[in-house]
């Protein structure tokens, strides 16, 4: 167990839909990462928070934002879901900001419909 | 461009055979590498860190900076260590760790 929680486990929406995912960090960790994990594009990074303030942005697409709580806790709000969005969505934390060593959570399976 | 290569998207070997994952990697600066490895799309664990130079699972690798890369070895596979390996880069000036795009490592009895 990383100390990462991800919630829920699986996902089964439908096209058109927006669904949350949520993300809480390993106590003390500050930064907290979202990963897109599709079959044919592997891990592509997202978007990173550290104690609240967005940090870095990847290949995010605007159809997709997210937010660090005061309680450090994460959200990834996906909307107007296309069937190309179905993949596994990892959180990861770190307790520094700067991409220092990361644990992972379990993984969200979204599947969109 | 700061950058993660892993060129094999698999690697097939028998049971106690020799295995490299290679990695090659593109930073201006002192790199920060890391291997994670992810057993059937489970979460990614943390295997190695460079600046620790451990062995963990029989697995080692070694920074090269006049080559840039950062190979993972092991002498003798096993059939437990199948699964999918990524290489990752500490991006600093971004603030995230950028992966490679994996190698699916395959251990035949």
């Known amino acids: 167990d990383s100390g990462v929680t991800q919630t829920p486990k699986h996902l089964i929406t439908a096209t058109g839909q927006r669904v949350t995912l949520r993300c809480s960090p390993r106590s003390g960790d500050l930064s907290v990462y979202w990963y897109q994990q599709s079959l044919d594009q592997g891990l592509q990074f997202l978007i990173q928070y550290y104690n609240g303030e967005e940090r870095a942005k990847g290949n995010i697409l605007e159809r997709f934002s997210a937010q660090q709580f005061p309680d450090l806790h994460s959200e990834l709000n996906l909307s107007s879901l296309e069937l190309g969005d179905s993949a596994l969505y990892f959180c990861a934390s770190s307790a520094r900001q700067g991409g220092t060593e990361a644990f992972f959570g379990q993984g969200t399976r979204l599947t969109v419909v | 461009a700061q950058r993660v290569t892993q060129p094999e998207k698999l690697l097939s070997v028998f049971k106690g055979a020799p295995v490299e994952l290679k990695c090659n990697y593109s930073?201006?600066?002192?790199?920060?590498l890391f291997w994670y490895v992810q057993y059937s799309r489970q979460r990614l664990q943390l295997l190695l860190r460079h600046i620790s130079r451990e062995s963990i699972k029989g697995f080692t690798a070694d920074l090269n900076k006049g080559e840039t890369s950062f190979h993972l070895k092991k002498p003798f596979a096993q059939e437990e260590d199948s699964a999918m390996y990524y290489c990752?880069?500490?991006?600093?000036?971004?603030?995230?760790?950028?992966f490679g795009k994996g190698t699916k490592l395959s251990v035949k009895p």
């Open positions: 930073y201006s600066g002192s790199p920060e």
């Open positions: 990752a880069l500490n991006a600093r000036s971004q603030g995230n760790l950028i």
